[in-house]
């Protein structure tokens, strides 16, 4: 699928990833899912859970930047940050895009560079800080198919500065996800077992799948961070 003329394509995977589509009524797809999370009540009393629409939001690892749009555009009051190392040609073919239909996204900006250094500035403080800045749940991080790595550094940005977050692991190698360990999985098993186990390590409270004919990598894991409690002293 050409985005322009001599220009980079996108895989129709990449497309149906990121965009809604379903093979049936009840299954949705990531960036629905993400939304529909955030947007979740509680069972017992009905009530939103936290606010209505996140304050910020960064696409990490961000590719195409196609998550990231979608986002700004379900979002519009949130200022979204797609961050990568790379500026995808199609990236500035999609956002004209959105404004010859009438919807421009004046919400999202793309940062070029890596991803810990630039993501920690946008956020608001610095890559060798100590302290973790003050916790920023109506902040949204994402982080779809990145490699490897990067879906650690998407989940070390979120625990540091307190924020949601909302990441699809796509590699996992066991030397990153389970060091010094020893396995003994089919294939199959390897890519669901290994997201147990980061839900269980970052303590996420969303675990959802897409199609696999969409994506064999098809969990979405995500944590919704807890409001900062409010101290008794001083009143």
């Known amino acids: ?15 149906f990833e990121s965009c ?18 955030w947007l979740r009540r509680n069972h017992s009393d009905g009530r939103r859970v936290g606010a209505r629409q996140p304050e910020r939001i960064m696409d990490a690892a961000c590719g195409h930047g196609l998550v990231g749009m979608l986002l700004s555009h379900c979002f519009p009051d949130s200022a979204v940050c797609a961050v990568d190392r790379e500026e995808r ?15 421009c996204l004046d919400n999202f900006q793309f940062r070029l560079g890596d991803l810990l250094q630039e993501g920690s500035q946008w ?22 198919h990145a490699c490897n790595q990067a879906t ?18 796509c590699c996992m190698r066991k030397e990153k996800f389970f060091p010094g360990g020893t396995t003994h999985l089919d294939r199959d098993e390897h890519y669901p077992v290994m997201c147990g ?19 064999t990598k098809n969990l979405i894991i995500a944590k919704r961070a807890p409001r900062p409690q409010t101290s008794a002293r001083g009143r």
């Open 123 to 144: 956020l608001g403080g610095s890559l060798g800080a100590r302290d973790p800045a003050d916790p920023a749940p109506n902040t949204l991080v994402v982080g779809v």
């Open 20 to 37: 809604a589509w379903a093979a049936e009524p009840t299954q949705s797809d990531i960036v629905s899912a993400i939304v529909t999370w």
């Open 152 to 169: 650690l550094d998407v989940l070390e940005l979120a625990t540091r500065f307190g924020t949601s977050w909302a990441v699809v692991p």
């Open 197 to 215: 186990g980061l839900c269980a390590k970052f303590d996420a409270d969303m675990l959802h799948s897409i199609d696999r004919l969409i994506s």
């Open 89 to 103: 040609k199609l990236m500035r073919v999609a956002l004209s895009t959105w404004q010859q239909s009438g919807r």
């Open 1 to 15: 699928m050409d985005a322009a003329p001599g220009k980079q394509k996108l895989r129709v995977k990449e497309l």
